[in-house]
């Protein structure tokens, strides 16, 4: 299982990359593989500002149906259209295949976040 340093996770399989004052955030490798194949990706729209632990999207696969948890408090400044019509791409890479751009809100929640050391180790427990 792919975890990209100098990101933030959150125990619902989330990644967040922060620059400055926005962030991206989309589900991990380990989320990723774990719901298979993803045949649909729901996008929110723009300007929706959305409470951490509020969900935000929805990911379908073959095997199951998911929310997509905001692990941040933050404001939609853009969406990734190409998940509409190719929601497969976070399969082939979760990383860069991100769901949601945000402007943050309060970067003291980044805190509450783990850290790629601490991410590999909860999902080492989940396997």
């Known amino acids: 299982m792919k975890v990209l340093k100098d990101l933030f996770y959150s125990d619902d399989h989330e990644w967040v990359k922060v620059e400055g004052n926005e962030a991206y955030i989309g589900i991990t490798d380990f989320a990723q593989n774990q719901l298979g194949d993803i045949v649909y990706v729901e996008l929110p729209e723009i300007d929706d500002e959305i409470e951490k632990e509020e969900p935000f999207s929805a990911i379908e696969s073959v095997k199951a149906a998911s929310d997509v948890y905001m692990p941040i408090d933050g404001k939609v400044i853009e969406v990734n259209e190409q998940l509409l019509d190719s929601p497969e791409l976070i399969n082939d890479d979760a990383f860069e295949s991100w769901i949601i751009k945000v402007e943050l809100t309060d970067k003291g929640q980044l805190d509450d976040l783990m850290s ?12």
């Open 116 to 127: 790629s050391k601490e991410y590999e180790e909860y999902i080492s427990e989940e396997v």
